[in-house]
């Protein structure tokens, strides 16, 4: 899998662990050997329950080495997901960090798979390699599930060929040398931070610092190993960066040079305060999907400042706004919509997946022609950027009139005493839905209550102000540091919203 003739380094900036390209040769050619002789072959998948250290890439090379294809699993999923995801994945190895307790190992044996601890961290004894492995493009490398690890899961599927063609781009696009030493503390079992935050720089030679993803701890220090390890690149999420601009001192060497931000709407606001802290104006709202091996687009474009939802140009691809998001009407010959004219965010790209595993059904509502419906909404501006409106499927449909969470998230986001915020639709019965909002604030009083919603109806028109308001104290999020409305909703369900009234008559 191997594009150019090494890998990069690979450091844990907390334990203080580096490997560097020859002894991360040894320990592949060690580990594709001793899954050679427990019969690992071409077409197997392994799962891989743990991520984000040393060992795990390792893993991933010798994984692809034999033929077969990883399936990297968030370790924390309880025993009812596992089971889900192993009748889906029907893996041949389950790879832990340490051995799961009985019933996951009898649960995971049922569906077939051997259940392994991850290779182990001294150096093998025995390293005679396997017989050289022959790469083919188009057998399976990835599996990645979205969702579904509670019902019916959607697993997406990519082939070596798909993840080559994605990391050609970016290196077209981006470049290298921003990249030399890149930081990485999202998780490493979804599209961004494995396919393209690590594997785009770390297989280009570029070396790759892994931490544990999404710890309170780390972001409080995030300043100081930007410093210490001299750090060129992180790309993140912004949950990072509500917690970092709030505990972590900025960073003082001048080594960070370019951050990216994706997986979520980016804010302009936010995107001035990560500019601020990081000292550098290349911050970049990337777009990216893991249908299309995440990164799609970002803002590599001239702009004079941060905007909400601008995005910016394709990496390697084709993007298209069309009035229709029909799998059966094709998307080349669709009409498009004029500039600044809203509707469905579609893209042609080399980087897309195979499909969904076992799910045709799920693939043809998505995948048309070579075409791919992100489910997004966006528009083109004159100079041909991208800005992005929201999820189709997030659409609050009050009354007719269609109103994008993420355009509410932008304007409530900037005011000051807000901490974090999440848009969502609650049931009316004269309008069909309403608009609802959960909010965490710095200070709660009747006073900031008052401000809040006088900002709010003086940046939104009066359709979009949330009639019903949520106090909480944090806003549930996936492990990828998105935010889920459905979710959300539910767990404002059963508490008491702050009494519009009350607001609707202040403001009068």
């Known amino acids: ?63 692809w080495h034999a033929g077969a294809c990883a399936v990297p699993v968030d370790g924390r999923l309880t025993l009812f997901e596992v089971q889900t995801l192993a009748q889906s994945g029907r893996p041949r190895f389950s790879v832990w960090n340490e051995m799961p307790d009985a019933a996951m190992q009898s649960v995971l044996e049922a569906c077939g798979a051997t ?39 959607k697993g997406v599927v990519h082939t070596h060929r798909s ?31 494995l396919i393209c935050n690590c594997l785009f720089p770390w297989l280009f030679g570029q070396s790759l610092y892994v931490l544990p993803p999404f710890r309170a701890d780390i972001l409080i220090r995030l300043g100081e190993l930007i410093d210490e390890h001299r750090i060129t ?78 995005v910016g140009e394709a990496w390697g691809g084709v993007l298209r706004i069309l009035r229709t998001d029909d799998p059966l009407a094709p998307p080349g010959w669709s009409d498009e919509c004029a500039a600044d004219e809203a509707g469905h965010v579609w893209i042609n790209t080399p980087a897309l997946m195979r499909g969904y595993l076992d799910r045709d059904d799920l693939t043809s509502k998505v995948v048309s ?24 499927r997030e659409e609050i449909n009050k009354g007719g009139m269609k109103v994008y969470p993420a355009d509410i998230d932008a304007v409530i986001e900037r005011f000051p005493e807000t901490l974090d915020v999440c848009t969502f639709p609650s049931a009316n019965e004269l309008l069909g839905e ?44 996936t492990s990828r540091g998105k935010i889920n409305r459905a979710s959300v909703a539910a767990h404002c369900a059963g508490r008491s919203p702050i009494a519009y009234a009350r607001l609707h008559k202040h403001r009068d």
């Open 1 to 63: 899998m191997l594009i150019t003739s090494t890998v990069g380094n690979l450091v844990e900036p907390l334990t203080g662990r580096q490997w560097g390209p020859g002894e991360i040769l040894i320990r592949w050619r060690a580990r594709a050997a001793h899954y050679a002789r427990l019969g690992l072959k071409r077409g197997d998948r392994v799962f891989l329950h743990y991520g984000n250290n040393l060992e795990f890439f390792v893993d991933l090379l010798a994984i």
């Open 115 to 153: 259940v392994l601890e991850k290779p182990d961290a001294e150096l093998p004894t025995d390293g005679t390699p396997p017989p050289p492995g022959r790469l083919i493009l188009d057998d399976d490398a990835l599996v990645l599930y979205t969702s579904g690890t509670t019902g019916n899961p």
């Open 163 to 193: 993840l080559r063609a994605q990391w050609m781009s970016l290196r077209a696009a981006l470049g290298l040398e921003a990249y030399r030493r890149t930081l990485c503390l999202l998780p490493t079992h979804f599209g961004h931070g």
């Open 233 to 310: 690149f992180l790309s993140s999420v912004p949950t990072v960066w509500r917690l970092a601009l709030k505990t972590a001192r900025p960073p003082t060497s001048g080594s960070l040079s370019r951050v990216f931000c994706g997986s979520a709407p980016l804010s302009a606001a936010l995107w001035e305060s990560v500019q601020e802290w990081s000292g550098t104006a290349s911050v970049m709202n990337a777009y990216g999907i893991t249908e299309t091996g995440s990164w799609l687009a970002g803002t590599t474009v001239p702009f004079e400042r941060p905007a909400d939802g601008l």
């Open 369 to 392: 022609q070579g075409w791919f419906s992100t489910g997004d909404i966006g528009l083109m501006d004159g100079r041909g950027y991208l800005y992005l409106r929201g999820r189709e």
């Open 434 to 477: 309403e608009v609802a909002v959960a909010v965490v604030l710095s200070s709660a009083s009747d006073e900031t209550w008052i401000r809040l919603y006088e900002w709010t109806t003086r940046h939104l028109a009066a359709h979009q102000v949330p009639k019903r308001w949520y106090l909480i104290d944090e806003i549930p999020r």
